[in-house]
């Protein structure tokens, strides 16, 4: 449509109709003949309203799609596509790692492609807009939500966002195989009182903007079409209605002109928070706030033309969250074709297809995190005389993706025991589940039962240990449940349970020789993993192809690709915790006993692993930072270099870290940030110069005066493996 059409089409509607467009339902609201469902009481709305809606959100398949947009359609004034949307936040059917272990691979490129591959999926299964990129910054493990994040930096998690937007969407969202991409949660969700799903989020609006809208922004740069609001309040005032950040930030000053969406339930949840009185005044609110379509709750269906009548809310600005919409649609070009790319038969062609499994099982390799390997365990030999024995709850288990993936299908799935005996050809393996995921049985939260068969316990345990006793090696597969992860799964304990901690221990009274696996959303307390490992790799969820990945790596194919993305603490008593924090005035050197310092008298060091870390299978040597000036002034600018060596016998590839302190500042400045990344692949004894280039813009902040630029004075340039390297080197900025 032209815009001439598109504004006739929005002059041609009733208030009604239009209404309906600003409010999104979910497809259990529709029977299969778009008859109401039960549900609806709860919403108090009428089968017009849900026929007036002017989006679906959570069905899926083609088929499914096709049916209840031509029924709908056929019963609108105007017939306007409904458009669909679906939380494709991993992979839609060929399930790629947890956006926290896309966040390990520090690769914009794989990230990308993995976007990619899920809107080709996803469009094909008919749905129009997905609920990712999730760049929420996260500090504090105890949120369950750290698995749908791309850490704790606003510069990785702008690069990896950014990319995930284009994969989504790539050049021209109408085009074959792109769906629109929703950046989420705005703003500051991940911020979240002592990891409380839900709870209050409090943050000094230079924290806000230097740290937390970084990357919701750099999303907002690479096109996202939409924006979804998050549940918290920010600074007392609910997300979803706050007029500030929605107007002001997302619109004015980051010029968004998408949608912007509500999280489920969030309009008439200003009521709990206690900001609205009833639905009405949320309605008000929110949609002075700009908030432009409600999901799933229904204040604006109840209640808008009441406010408009009464002349509350002025009918432009109606039309102005309408015509947001039907652009949106219009972008996707759903007037010319209302299902666009769903399509049974291509839908059965592509899911789970060969290309887009190879490319699973190599990001679930990138995303491995080699934390430890004593004695060069790794990798293992696929040789004569070789034996192992996997044991654990993970070491056939199929449930290997994080909670915000739907598979159809298990047996799509492959498990560690299926991945290493598909892989392995000449090593002796067994596989021993040794223990549940869980200790008890447990109500999830999506309402299932995890069961425990208490009498088969002690057999297993007995079976584990006896097949430890004869291997050579033992490959111990721990994590926790899927289920304990993603959204309201806060957690307090930091552990995999206490049973698979008493598996470990039995296991290394009879085999000292152990390469530890851990399953999780979440950086663990990985002390006693650590100790009683020799080798541990942190396999975050990998995915549909995890076992393939597991096979790969374990055996030398390929190496564990990536590095933390977010800092692990030994303890979950010491979050938030994150490597840019700030410098005290009473600095602590890392040791016990020091007195009046910073830090805790009964936990040394501040991390367990830091930010950036992780291990190839070869060792690399870094040459120090040169740089080709050592003053510059704001139109300048440096490069800094350094020369690194495989120094190891096999190729492999460093993942090298730019990081920048800014030595003093009219107000403090961070430990040092994170600035750029480059990987780089060497054959054995080659080196090579890894070279970035520093710009004003890497130098700003939001400084006394809230104003974002940069300040005279000394730097200091980082270049390393990890974010605790001290390799650097100085320049100084002047006018
Ligand atoms: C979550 C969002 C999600 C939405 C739709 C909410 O509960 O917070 O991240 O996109 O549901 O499923």
């Known amino acids: 449509m032209t815009n001439k059409q598109l504004q006739k089409l929005l002059k041609d509607m009733s208030l009604d109709e239009k209404i309906g467009q600003l409010t999104q339902l979910a497809g259990s609201m529709y029977g ?271 209640h808008l033309k009441e406010l408009v009548d009464e002349g509350t809310i002025s009918m432009d600005m109606i039309d102005e969250a309408v015509m947001r919409l039907l652009v949106l649609k219009n972008d996707l070009g759903l007037f010319e074709n209302p299902y666009k790319d769903g399509d049974p038969k291509e839908e059965k062609k592509l899911i789970l297809c060969k290309k887009h499994r190879e490319l699973a099982r190599k990001a679930a390799a990138e995303s491995f995190v080699l934390l430890k390997n004593e004695d060069n365990i790794l990798p293992l030999a696929d040789a004569k005389g070789a034996s192992v024995a996997f044991i654990g709850p993970y070491a056939d288990e199929k449930q290997i993706h994080g909670s915000w993936s739907f598979p159809n299908d298990y047996n799509t799935f492959v498990s560690v025991k299926e991945g290493i005996l598909g892989n392995v050809t000449t090593a002796k393996t067994t596989f021993k589940q040794g223990c549940y995921r869980l200790d008890h049985n447990k109500k999830l939260k999506d309402g299932s039962m995890f069961e425990v068969n208490e009498t ?103 190496e564990p690709g990536g590095r933390l993305p977010m800092s692990f603490s030994h303890k979950a008593e010491q979050l938030p915790n994150y490597y840019s924090r700030f410098r005290s005035g009473r600095p602590n050197n890392g040791t016990l006993d020091q007195g009046f310092v910073m830090g805790y008298i009964d936990q040394a060091d501040l991390f367990k692993y830091p930010f950036g870390y992780g291990m190839g299978y070869s060792s690399f040597e870094y040459s120090n930072v040169t740089l080709d000036k050592s003053s510059i002034t704001r139109k300048d600018t440096i490069t800094a270099t350094v020369t690194i060596k495989n120094t190891g016998d096999r190729v492999s590839t460093e993942t090298v870290q730019l990081y920048i302190q800014d030595l003093f500042g009219n107000v403090v400045r961070p430990r040092r940030l994170l600035k750029g990344i480059k990987k780089v692949t060497l054959k054995p004894g080659k080196k090579t110069k890894v070279s970035f280039e520093i710009t004003d813009d890497m130098l700003k902040f939001w400084d006394i005066d809230m104003n974002y630029a940069s300040e005279d004075g000394d730097f200091r340039v980082y270049i390393g493996p990890d974010s605790l390297t001290e390799n650097c080197a100085y320049f100084n900025l002047h006018q």
């Open 32 to 302: 299969s003949d778009a008859i109401v469902t039960g549900l609806l009481d709860m919403f108090s709305i009428n089968d017009k309203a849900l026929e007036m809606s002017g989006s679906v959100l959570s069905v899926i398949g083609a088929e499914a799609i096709k049916k209840l947009q031509d029924e709908n359609m056929a019963k609108q004034p105007h017939h306007i596509p409904q458009i669909f949307m679906y939380d494709v936040i991993n992979g839609y059917q060929t399930i790629y790692p947890v956006p926290l272990g896309q966040g390990a691979t520090f690769n914009p490129d794989t990230v990308e492609k993995l976007a990619h591959m899920s809107a080709v999926e996803s469009a094909a299964a008919g749905i129009h807009v997905t609920f990712s990129p999730m760049v929420d910054l996260v500090r504090d493990a105890r949120w369950g939500r750290v698995m749908e994040s791309t850490g704790e930096d606003p510069y990785l998690n702008g690069l990896l966002g950014a990319a995930m937007v284009k994969g989504y969407q790539g050049d021209d969202v109408k085009a074959k195989g792109n769906v629109a991409a929703c950046v989420k949660h705005f703003a500051g969700y991940g911020g979240a009182e002592a990891g409380r799903d839900y709870d209050n989020v409090e943050l000094s609006e230079r924290t806000l903007r230097e740290d937390y809208l970084a990357a919701y922004e750099a999303c907002i740069k690479a096109g996202a079409k939409l924006v979804m609001t998050s549940f918290n309040t920010l600074n007392r005032v609910p997300s979803t209605g706050n007029k500030w950040l929605m107007k002001k930030v997302l619109r004015e000053e980051m010029g968004f002109d998408g949608v912007l969406i509500s999280d489920y339930g969030a309009v008439k949840e200003m009521i709990n928070h206690g900001y609205s009185r009833d639905e009405k005044q949320a309605a008000e609110q929110s949609m002075k706030a700009g908030l432009d379509m409600e999901m799933m709750s229904t204040a604006y269906i109840s």
């Open 456 to 558: 088969k316990k002690e057999k297993m345990l007995n079976d584990a240990i006896a097949a430890a006793k004869k291997a050579k090696t033992v490959v111990m597969c721990l994590g926790e449940h899927f289920m304990q992860t993603g959204e309201a799964t806060s957690r307090t304990d930091l552990n995999v349970s206490p049973e698979q901690i008493e598996l470990l221990r039995k296991v290394r009274e009879v085999n000292p020789n152990i390469v530890t696996l851990v399953f999780a959303g979440r950086p663990l307390e990985m002390d006693v993993i650590d100790e009683l490992s020799k080798a541990v790799i942190y396999c975050w969820f990998p995915g549909t192809e995890g076992g393939n990945a597991v096979a790969d790596v374990l055996y030398g194919k390929c």
